[in-house]
């Protein structure tokens, strides 16, 4: 797992942090993420994220469970086990709308969490570095990545002048990390301990 | 709001359109009624008459839905509507006079004794039916033209009374006070529609004036059955006209964030039309039950097999795969498309509704049904341009008019 540098900032209200976004980006850093306590409207764009792609793949997941369900029933009541129901034809096809559509539901909704845990690089046993635990609370956490020409320094000067009300330098592991740092790295050597 | 047009004018090409389809709708009126109305066949009459009932009852349906979107969404608060809510509310000027025509149908239906329609209405043939004198407390002339009356007189009313208060929306800018006390009048206002919606369109009336054409045929589900298709017809006709503004250079704070709203309206009710349309034809295809599959016998398996499923393939797989996209709702061009395929295929849905079971032996859907469409469509197109030239196109004073411009989906 690859360890990296972060410049943290913190900002106290949505309105402060909105000007902020925009002055990063346009400045040219690379944001990495930005934390907030609730769901912030148009923040997504502000941060020029791009549209998500996860509910392509519960359609592809929700069709997936029609033919698996429709082909499924259909196999079992005219080839596998003719049963006579009622006097029903063997396929009935209105009787199995009901299934085939709970079972479109069932791989669309359980494919789309799976999927997304995946994408967020959430599964059990992974940690999860926490950059402020004050962004599920009250406060407004914006990370930004540093890359080899970025003064962390200046960076921090440059959130500060932004409105950022804290900010810090972290050096954290991102993606999938199992809550181990490199051998030659201590735990938690960076981590400011951050009184809430 | 200096350069916000809130005045609409008329364009001259679209009053000639809508005169135009009146005109031709006009000529099959009075051909039809000649050639079929009056004459002396029985079939000739039920077609005649079955036409014009449908196509009034869908028009008044439609245009009621208007009235029936804005309380609703004004009973949950809603803010987002405001900047647009001037045409559901010209749409639903037309429901006293679409209210009055179907009034003067169903009148002369019930009043002339026409009894191929109406099987109740004959009162020898339901004395001896112990089903149909069960039901007579429901299903007699007298409770058909009180509760009709009631019915129309009523949406008129309570629908004018809630366009009068948006009035006020553009008289001067209100203090706090004063909005909160406006948006409180709306809501008992919007609430006494909702209710009066409730009890008709989304119970008695369908069944009433529909279903009652089976007389021995019932299901609960009908008036909701109904509802759904008046309904998702109603928000394509919004979506419509929103465009046809937009294209003129009127509507500047309306944008595709509304659009994209108004067509998830589109598309959930279509899905949801779909769910009481399946939920109703599974029961009585499974239960196989003579009385219940009676209505169903010659649609699946009689000559309206074509419509039938013409039918659930625009109202259900279009909708579905069409408007599922987020781009395809935010897309003028598409949702235009599928707003007009809606409001066709719903028509086509109450088509097969009436004359499904008064002409079970043939299908005769020709010059009559669209001339006579062609004559509601004309009347909605010039009483709704006029209805939105007598007033301001936006609510400017409307407290929750800057929701609506800030909205985003």
Redesign the interface.
């Known amino acids: 797992m690859a360890k990296k540098k972060f410049v943290v900032g913190c900002f106290n209200d949505e309105e402060v942090l909105f000007p902020a976004v925009k002055k990063v980006r346009t400045a040219g850093y690379k944001i990495h993420d930005v934390y907030t306590p609730f769901a912030v409207h148009g923040l997504d764009h502000a941060m020029g994220l791009r549209e998500t792609s996860l509910h392509t793949a519960g359609f592809i997941y929700g069709i997936t469970g029609t033919t698996t369900a429709l082909s499924c029933i259909s196999w079992i009541f005219t080839k596998d086990w003719p049963l006579n129901i009622g006097g029903k034809p063997h396929f009935a096809l209105p009787a199995w709308i009901p299934i085939t559509f709970e079972l479109t539901v069932l791989f669309a909704a359980v494919g789309m969490v799976l999927t997304f845990c995946y994408i967020s690089q959430l599964a059990p046993f992974v940690k999860k570095h926490h950059f402020h635990a004050r962004a599920t609370d009250d406060l407004f956490v914006m990370v930004i990545e540093c890359t080899d020409t970025t003064n962390a320094e200046d960076l921090k000067a440059f959130l500060a002048s932004n409105g950022a009300v804290e900010t810090d330098i972290q050096v954290a592991e991102e993606g999938w990390w199992f809550g181990r740092y490199d051998k030659d790295e201590m735990r938690f050597e960076n981590k400011q301990i951050v009184a809430a | 709001m200096a350069s916000i047009r809130l005045q609409f004018e008329i364009p001259g090409k679209l009053k000639t359109w809508s005169l135009g389809l009146i005109g031709v709708g006009l000529v099959a009126l009075v051909f039809g009624m000649i050639t079929k109305g009056f004459s002396s066949d029985e079939h000739e009459q039920v077609h005649f008459w079955g036409t014009l009932m449908y196509n009034t009852i869908f028009w008044t349906l439609v245009t009621n839905a208007s009235m029936f979107f804005i309380c609703v969404t004004t009973l949950a608060m809603g803010g987002w509507q405001q900047s647009f809510r001037r045409i559901p509310e010209a749409i639903s000027t037309l429901v006293p006079i679409f209210g009055a025509i179907t009034f003067a149908v169903l009148l002369y239906v019930v009043l002339t004794d026409k009894h191929h329609i109406y099987h109740w209405l004959d009162t020898a043939a339901v004395a001896k039916d112990p089903i149909l004198t069960g039901k007579s407390g429901f299903l007699n002339a007298k409770f058909y033209i009180i509760w009709t009356t009631l019915t129309i007189g009523f949406w008129s009313f309570l629908g004018w009374r809630m366009r009068q208060l948006s009035n006020e929306a553009d008289v001067e800018a209100m203090d706090h006070e004063t909005g909160l006390k406006f948006i409180f009048r709306n809501t008992v206002r919007a609430a006494l529609f909702t209710v009066w919606f409730a009890l008709t369109v989304g119970s008695t009336v369908p069944w009433l004036w529909i279903m009652s054409i089976d007389a021995h045929w019932y299901s609960t589900m009908f008036s909701w059955y109904t509802f759904a298709s008046s309904f998702v017809s109603g928000m394509s006709l919004i979506a419509l006209w929103l465009i046809y503004l937009k294209n003129k250079g009127y509507m500047e704070l309306t944008t595709q964030e509304h659009l994209h709203d108004v067509g998830k309206f589109m598309f959930a009710f279509s899905i949801f039309w779909t769910y009481l349309w399946?939920s109703q034809?599974?029961l009585i295809?499974?239960a196989?039950i003579p009385e219940e599959t009676v209505y169903f016998k010659h649609r699946v398996q009689g000559p309206y097999k074509g419509i039938f499923f013409l039918n659930l393939i625009i109202n259900f797989l279009c909708p579905l795969l069409i408007l599922?996209k987020?781009s395809a709702k935010r897309n003028y061009t598409l949702v235009t498309f599928m707003a007009v395929l809606i409001i066709f295929g719903h028509w086509i849905d109450f088509y097969q509704m009436v004359m499904g079971s008064l002409m079970k032996e043939s299908v005769e859907l020709g010059w009559l049904d669209f001339g006579i469409l062609s004559f509601f469509v004309g009347m909605m197109i010039f009483f709704v341009a006029r209805a939105l030239a007598s007033k301001p196109l936006i609510p400017k004073y409307h407290p929750f008019l800057k929701e609506s411009v800030i909205h985003?989906v």
């Open positions: 399946f034809y599974m295809w499974y196989n599922m987020r985003t």
